[in-house]
């Protein structure tokens, strides 16, 4: 459960991590589409992760006696990750960014930011071991490159 959760997050962010940079560099069809439907991408982002939660909570009760447990930097990444998911969460609606001007737009900067982080973070760790690990390092790493090139062409 917890394993899949991650996948079904993680391929839309990276959709939507890579959305206006793409569409910025090369304007298209699908890029549109991506700009049109970003909001929704990242909400399932959201739904996807928050049973991602579920199941690590639910794991922890159930097996926590004798194991190592979580490290303190997994719980760190990880806890910083799921409150921002949740904060963009509920402010991905026409009201809250009114409400919160500027503000919002830089809540889901470094929110979009933390939740690459939590995932390359957590990739990572096991990709030396895991060869599907090591993929979706690389896509992570990878989907920098769109947003430096974008930002650097404005």
Partial sequence: MIRVTAFTSALPFLLVFVAR????????AVTRWLMINRRYLGLSVAASHWWHLVAIVAF???????????????????????VMLGLMAITSNDASQRALGRGWRWL???????????????????????????????????????????????
Avoid: E, Q
């Fill in 60 to 82: 922890v009760n159930w097996y926590s006696a004798g194991g190592p447990g979580i490290s303190p930097l997994t719980k760190i990444f990880g806890s910083g990750g799921f």
């Fill in 21 to 28: 940079p793409l569409h910025r560099l090369r304007r298209s």
């Fill in 108 to 154: 889901h900067l470094v929110g979009i930011w933390v939740v690459w982080l939590d995932f390359i973070f957590t990739y990572s760790l096991t990709a030396t071991i895991a060869p599907f690990h090591a993929l979706m390092t690389l896509l992570f790493a990878a989907a920098v490159l769109p947003r430096a090139a974008a930002y650097w062409t404005r």
